[in-house]
């Protein structure tokens, strides 16, 4: 049962940038509020209707490092302060393409924060959902070079 529940879970994660960056397997503390945060946006409650504890996080891990979805996946050591799928990238950008940490960090979250507000103010006004429809675009196209700035090189 532990090993349907830890299925479930990769298919989420197989779908999500976040975690096809690299190889690396996410803290529990990551994948946990990752986990938390794709049921409250996408309403999948029915879909993930069990905990999420340490065990089948280890179910998950053991699928990952066995390449049980195509690719084999390693375990890092991931600092405490990395706890949250934002973090997470930044992280991973930083050791996967030395991208600074502390800069990109800011620059998502400042991505995440005008799409949320995007997201919040869809059902309003058609002029304030185009200002900050491009207010998000241009966000993400300013983590987007400074992404790129580091991944070329």
């Given at each position: 049962?532990?090993?349907?529940?830890?299925?479930?879970?990769?298919?989420?994660?197989?779908?999500?940038?976040?975690?096809?960056?690299?190889?690396?397997?996410?803290?529990?503390?990551?994948?946990?509020?990752?986990?938390?945060?794709?049921?409250?946006?996408?309403?999948?409650?029915?879909?993930?209707?069990?905990?999420?504890?340490?065990?089948?996080?280890?179910?998950?891990?053991?699928?990952?490092?066995?390449?049980?979805?195509?690719?084999?996946?390693?375990?890092?050591?991931?600092?405490?302060?990395?706890?949250?799928?934002?973090?997470?990238e930044?992280?991973?950008?930083?050791?996967?393409?030395?991208?600074?940490?502390?800069?990109?960090?800011?620059?998502?979250?400042?991505?995440?924060?005008?799409?949320?507000?995007l997201?919040?103010a869809?059902?309003?006004?058609?002029?304030?959902?185009?200002?900050?429809n491009?207010?998000?675009?241009?966000?993400?196209?300013?983590?987007?070079?400074?992404?790129?700035?580091?991944?070329?090189?």
């Amino acid at each position: 049962m532990k090993r349907e529940k830890a299925f479930e879970i990769l298919n989420i994660m197989e779908d999500e940038t976040t975690f096809s960056l690299s190889n690396f397997i996410p803290s529990y503390a990551v994948l946990k509020v990752f986990l938390q945060q794709h049921i409250a946006e996408n309403a999948l409650e029915a879909k993930l209707s069990f905990p999420f504890d340490e065990q089948l996080y280890r179910e998950v891990t053991d699928l990952l490092v066995a390449g049980e979805i195509g690719r084999r996946f390693e375990q890092v050591a991931v600092p405490a302060y990395v706890d949250t799928p934002l973090k997470w990238e930044a992280w991973v950008c930083n050791k996967k393409y030395a991208v600074p940490y502390e800069e990109y960090l800011k620059l998502i979250e400042t991505e995440n924060d005008a799409l949320l507000k995007l997201n919040a103010a869809l059902d309003g006004a058609e002029d304030e959902v185009s200002a900050l429809n491009l207010a998000y675009l241009d966000s993400a196209q300013q983590s987007a070079d400074f992404f790129n700035k580091y991944s070329k090189s």
